[in-house]
C-alpha cells in the first residue's frame, strides 16, 4: 500500500463504481479526497461519510464533466477547501455506443466532451496546483486496445484518445516532477456493467481468465501509480483486463 498521509485527491465521478473503490481505497492509505458527481448526491455523501470515517477529510462537488467550467470549479474547490492537490483520478465517463448507422453527432460530442475534453481541462487545472510528486491518472478502456464487437465505436474513439492525451501531458508536466498515467480496464463487475449482466458470458468469453475483474482491482493499481514507488513512470497505459486484449 501507498503512504498517502498528507496528500489531497480528487476523484472525478467517485459517487459510484469504480471511483468510489478508488476514493476509499487512497483515503485508506491516509489521503483526504474530493469525489465529484453529477445526480447522485446521495450516493456522493455515502463515500464522502467512509471517507471520514477512516479519519480522513472528505467533500462531494456535484460537477458534469460535460461542463468544462464545472471540471475546473471542482478542482478550485477541493484546493479551496483542503488547501492543495497532489492526486487527479480522471474516472468519470460515458459509455456511448450503439449500431454506427444510428450514432448522433450529438452522441459523439458527448463522449468526446465527457471522456476526452473533461480529462484535458481537469488536468490542466490541477496541474497548476501540482509540484514535485503530483499524479495525475485516467481512466481508459480495453476497447481502445482491441475492439471485438460491433458499436463500440464512439466509446473506443474517446477512450483511445485518452493515449495521446496521456503521452502529450507526461512530457508537458515532466520538469514539474507530475506523472502522467493511463489505465485500461476490461471487464469490471459495476451496477453499470454487472458479472451477471446480460453481456456478461460474452465478455467472460472474449477476456483470457474467463471472469470479472473487480473495482478494488483497478483501485489498486491507481494506488501504485499515485504513490512513491511509482515515481519513475509516466506516459504509459497499463491493461488491467484480465487478459481481454492479448
Known amino acids: 500500500m501507498s503512504n498517502l498521509m498528507g496528500k489531497v485527491a480528487l476523484v472525478t465521478g467517485g459517487s459510484r463504481g469504480i471511483g468510489a473503490v478508488v476514493?476509499?481505497?487512497?483515503a485508506r492509505e491516509g489521503a483526504d479526497v474530493v469525489v465529484t458527481y453529477v445526480r447522485s448526491a446521495?450516493?456522493?455523501?455515502?463515500?464522502?461519510?467512509?471517507?471520514?470515517?477512516?479519519?480522513?477529510?472528505?467533500?462531494?462537488?456535484?460537477a458534469d464533466a460535460a461542463d468544462s467550467e464545472a471540471v475546473v470549479n471542482a478542482v478550485e474547490r477541493a484546493v479551496a477547501e483542503f488547501g492543495r492537490l497532489d492526486i487527479l483520478v480522471n474516472n468519470a465517463g460515458v459509455?456511448?455506443?450503439?449500431?454506427l448507422d444510428e450514432i448522433t453527432v450529438e452522441q459523439i460530442d458527448l463522449s468526446l466532451a465527457v471522456n476526452v475534453r473533461s480529462v484535458f481541462v481537469a488536468?490542466?487545472?490541477?496541474?497548476?496546483?501540482?509540484?514535485?510528486?503530483?499524479?495525475?491518472?485516467?481512466?481508459?478502456?480495453?476497447?481502445s486496445r482491441h475492439t471485438p464487437f460491433p458499436g463500440a465505436t464512439p466509446y473506443a474513439l474517446s477512450k483511445s484518445a485518452l493515449v495521446g492525451l496521456t503521452k502529450g501531458l507526461a512530457r508537458d508536466?515532466?520538469?514539474?516532477?507530475?506523472?502522467?498515467?493511463?489505465?485500461?480496464?476490461?471487464?469490471?463487475?459495476?451496477?453499470?456493467?454487472p458479472a451477471d449482466g446480460p453481456a456478461a458470458e460474452a465478455q467472460r468469453a472474449l477476456t483470457a481468465v474467463g471472469h470479472f475483474g473487480e473495482p478494488s482491482d483497478i483501485a489498486a493499481m491507481i494506488s501504485y501509480l499515485v504513490g512513491e514507488e511509482a515515481r519513475y513512470v509516466t506516459g504509459t497505459a497499463l491493461a488491467i483486463d484480465g487478459g481481454h486484449s492479448i
Request: proline fraction near 4%.
Open 23 to 26: 476514493a476509499e481505497r487512497l
Open 42 to 62: 446521495d450516493q456522493a455523501e455515502t463515500v464522502v461519510k467512509g471517507i471520514r470515517a477512516l479519519g480522513r477529510r472528505g467533500l462531494a462537488v456535484q
Open 95 to 99: 459509455g456511448v455506443m450503439g449500431p
Open 123 to 143: 488536468s490542466q487545472a490541477a496541474a497548476r496546483h501540482m509540484g514535485p510528486g503530483g499524479r495525475i491518472v485516467s481512466i481508459g478502456s480495453a476497447l
Open 173 to 193: 508536466l515532466a520538469d514539474r516532477g507530475v506523472t502522467v498515467n493511463l489505465v485500461q480496464p476490461g471487464a469490471i463487475d459495476t451496477d453499470l456493467n
